[in-house]
């Protein structure tokens, strides 16, 4: 089964703390987004990645980073300089410039 | 500066009849719009899209109309069903010059279908 899988679905850590949000594809898709959503908004991006080891910046990418080693994978770590961690996590990916389509997303809460 | 607005935070609409959806944008542009759906703790879903070069698009029971003068699209379900309860999300992408890469979504509008 073709999809995108996020890992874990719910996530707590300590203020302070690194922590990585895992996502990974089997499309075969070249394009990996990363978002954020809080309560009553919009999604926001934060990091989008159109090739292996390439990425750019999005809107909201203080405090966060990525790495895009192998296709399938792109991983985002939230550091501790991220003001406000807490929040639903979403992944997409896009063959392209074409339509993106979201992973199952993780909830970050941080205590 | 919202560029991507739903101003109706919350829909109710009884089970078979038209759910309508509005979305307005402000960036000229924005020439590729996309509605996703959401139920919660899931990721969004791709419902429907339309190119600037056409007013309106269909996929069953779902259409979307976009007015370009007016900057204004729509969403309309017909005829609405208990499982289109979710929150839809419109997007916008300038995709003549950034492709799909930057996508701008609304706040989104959560609908409810009464049985």
């Known amino acids: 089964d073709g999809g995108i899988t996020q890992s874990p679905k719910y996530l707590f850590r300590k203020e302070g703390q690194n922590v990585t949000l895992s996502c990974e594809q089997n499309?075969?898709?070249?394009?990996m987004y990363w978002y954020r959503q809080d309560p009553g908004q919009g999604l926001r991006l934060i990091y989008y990645?159109?090739?292996?080891?390439?990425?750019q910046k999005g809107d909201i990418a203080e405090g966060y980073s990525v790495s895009r080693e192998k296709k399938e994978s792109f991983p985002l770590t939230v550091t501790s300089a991220q003001k406000n961690p807490t929040a639903f996590y979403l992944c997409?990916?896009?063959?392209?410039?074409?339509?993106?389509?979201f992973g199952p997303g993780t909830r970050l809460t941080v205590l | 500066d919202q560029q991507v607005k739903q101003n109706s935070p919350s829909l109710s609409v009884q089970e078979g009849r038209i759910s309508i959806l509005n979305c307005d944008y402000t960036?000229?542009?924005?020439?590729?719009f996309l509605w996703y759906k959401k139920y919660p703790a899931e990721g969004p879903t791709f419902l429907i899209s339309?190119?600037?070069?056409?007013d309106k698009n269909e996929d069953g029971r779902f259409t979307v109309f976009l007015n370009k003068s007016a900057k204004h699209l729509s969403l309309h379900i017909v005829p609405s069903q208990p499982g289109d309860s979710a929150v839809y999300f419109c997007?916008?992408?300038?995709?003549?010059?950034?492709?799909?890469?930057?996508?701008?979504f609304g706040t989104g509008t959560r609908l409810t279908i009464i049985p």
């Open positions: 499309l075969n898709h070249d394009a």
């Open positions: 960036n000229s542009m924005f020439d590729y």
């Open positions: 339309i190119s600037s070069i056409k």
């Open positions: 997007a916008a992408s300038p995709r003549a010059l950034f492709g799909n890469e930057k996508l701008t």
């Open positions: 997409a990916s896009s063959r392209g410039g074409d339509t993106q389509y």
């Open positions: 990645s159109q090739i292996v080891n390439d990425f």
